[in-house]
């Protein structure tokens, strides 16, 4: 496993980080037992990665608390979220925090986001909630701020290009993937130009293990003169990047791409099954995609800011 410095916060973060949230979350909603849960993540852990993201929304920070109980805590950069908007108060927020801590059995956090920020929140956020998150912060309880967008409803990353004019944030959590490459054209280079951190979350949708999605998909697209017809096999839109000496699959071709696109540091990854993990590592172990396919993949996906993959 690789690791990388996650902006202006130092923390020596793995390149892949293990999302307990997501469809899965780490299997809880698939069927597995806290027991078969708390081993995804130590076997992540064992594997080399050391971030661990979750939400209070998600109901795995008790599991987390399990898992890592016999880890060193300073070896860990261990995140939560706390979803927010105009009706959070600072007491709601400082609340949560405390009911996050106790669950997942430590005294700070590496990371704490105001989660799922739309763009019409975000001033009563920064304004209101910031200064609450910097006394966490002072109080020792955080160690850095982050905040999240909500990718499905804005994934043109309007809330984040506001929140770059502020000095609050130390990471930026962002929708980012093969089909909606829109945050490399100007946030990253921000984001980079000021030091913040980037943990990529939406790497891997839906799109790239089922086919008749990812058609339906780009035939949105071209609809919305976002992706041109004669730049893509209808039948099968990506199938360039599988071959000898490229992608093995789409999910590893998807991580690979974000994974060493510049700008982002963590790209997380989520999962309850072990076979599944392990597929998932082994991406984060081979190299860039060929030139070839990446300037084939980025030209036909230049003018999209309108899907999610989902």
Known sequence: MDYTTLGRTGLAVSSMGLGCGGPSRIGQTTGNTEVESVAIIR???GSGINVIDTAEG?????????AIKDFDRSSLVLSTKKTASERITP????????QSLRRLGTEYLDIYYLHGVLPRDYDYLVSEIGPSLQEMRRQGKIRFIGITE??????QHTMLHRALQDDIWDVMM?????????ANAGLFTATT??????????????????????????EDLIEKKQVDPQDINLGDPLSFLVHDGG???LTDAAYRFCRYEPGTQVILSGTGNPAHLDENIASFSRPPLPSDDLIKLKSIFQNVDSVTGQ
């Open 247 to 249: 992608a093995i699959n």
């Open 91 to 98: 007491r709601q927020l400082e609340e949560s925090l405390e």
């Open 58 to 66: 998600y109901g795995t920070e008790e599991i987390i608390g399990k």
């Open 43 to 45: 076997r992540a852990l």
């Open 174 to 182: 962002v929708g980012f993937n093969m089909l909606n490459q829109s």
């Open 150 to 155: 909500m990718f499905n409803d804005d994934p």
């Open 193 to 218: 130009e000021k030091n913040i951190g980037i943990v990529v979350m939406f790497a891997v949708r839906m799109a790239f293990s089922r086919p008749d999605r990812l058609r339906q998909i780009i």
